[in-house]
């Protein structure tokens, strides 16, 4: 089939790779960024590849023009100008405690659910989860 289509495109003048080139090339890009190709089997027997999601989260959480632009924690909007899924009350109230965020740092101190901890009211608390307030 590609070579047919390579056919075709060079009576336009287009000059496309060998596929072994295509298939190189993209084994390298793989390989380079630690990429492990899953092949598994539909329902109808036909065979089919991906890519583990954890790899590609770890890649895009690593990524640092991506990573400022994530949101890891609930945030409380009080209902109003809701755009985006970590304002929703599913994120806020439904998760399990498996499901959130396990710690938050707040001036260079470090805060872990279900690990008490003392308020500047000397009030002694147990937190269950965070959210962010008013960003």
């Known amino acids: 089939m590609y070579s047919q289509l390579c056919l075709i495109l060079s009576l336009t003048g287009l000059e496309l790779p060998h596929w072994n080139t295509i298939r190189n090339t993209s084994e390298n890009i793989r390989n380079?960024?630690?990429?492990?190709?899953?092949?598994?089997?539909?329902?109808?027997?036909?065979?089919?590849?991906?890519?583990?999601?954890?790899?590609?989260?770890?890649?895009?959480?690593?990524?640092?023009?991506?990573?400022?632009h994530l949101d890891f924690y609930p945030e409380e909007t009080n209902g109003r100008n809701v755009y985006k899924m970590s304002q929703s009350k599913k994120w806020k109230e439904e998760l399990g405690p498996h499901q959130r965020v396990q710690m938050a740092v707040r001036n260079d101190k470090h805060f872990y659910i279900f690990e008490p901890t003392q308020l500047k009211s000397r009030k002694i608390i147990i937190p269950l989860y965070f959210f962010k307030m008013n960003n």
Do not use: D, M, R, T
């Open 32 to 68: 380079l960024l630690g990429f492990h190709v899953v092949e598994n089997e539909s329902i109808w027997g036909n065979k089919c590849y991906s890519v583990s999601i954890p790899q590609i989260l770890a890649q895009e959480i690593a990524n640092p023009y991506v990573h400022p």
